[in-house]
């Protein structure tokens, strides 16, 4: 896969986010069709893990979009594989690693700067999609960040 390929994942990552669909949604999609999974299912599998998984500003959506094509690009799929497991996790961390030094976090409230009790509402609503959302909110630069570093993961293995 070229670089310009590549960069065009990482841009439908930010289309997708700016489109409405949560920053796992967006990471995983842009890059679903490499493992033969549909974009529909994509996008319902990784549904559920927006605002910090299920808006309780727990781990970034983005980063769990990492995680999840991660798997999809060399998890085990026998449970008695601990090596491949092992070969997964590592690289799960190597590239969290990275999201962290680059964004300063992994965790969605630290990175919107949600002090505790603030996220404590436990409130499920989604946040309406306006000019002032994406005005105050990170988001779509960290569906960036995480797009390209699991894009420069890519890149590493060819």
Do not use: H, W
């Not at 490499?34 to 910090?52: H, P, Q, S, V």
């Not at 769990?64 to 590592?90: N, P």
């Not at 799960?92 to 992994?106: H, I, W």
Request: aromatic content about 8%; charged content about 25%.
């Amino acid at each position: 896969m070229t670089n310009e390929e590549l960069d065009a994942r990482v841009s439908r990552a930010v289309d997708y986010f700016i489109a409405g669909y949560g920053c796992c949604q967006s990471v995983v999609a842009a890059f679903s069709d490499l493992y033969d999974l549909d974009e529909t299912m994509a996008k319902r599998i990784a549904a559920g893990f927006g605002g910090g998984v299920g808006r309780m500003r727990m781990m970034c959506g983005a980063v769990s979009g990492i995680v999840m094509l991660v798997g999809l690009d060399c998890g085990q799929t026998e449970g008695s594989d601990r090596e491949g497991k092992s070969a997964c996790y590592k690289v799960v961390q190597d590239l969290l690693a990275r999201s962290k030094e680059e964004n300063g976090s992994l965790i969605c409230a630290e990175i919107l700067g949600i002090k505790g009790c603030e996220k404590a509402q436990n409130s499920y609503v989604a946040s309406a999609r306006t000019a002032e959302y994406y005005k105050t909110r990170p988001c779509a630069a960290k569906v960036e960040s995480a797009a390209r570093i699991f894009a420069n993961y890519l890149k590493t293995k060819q």
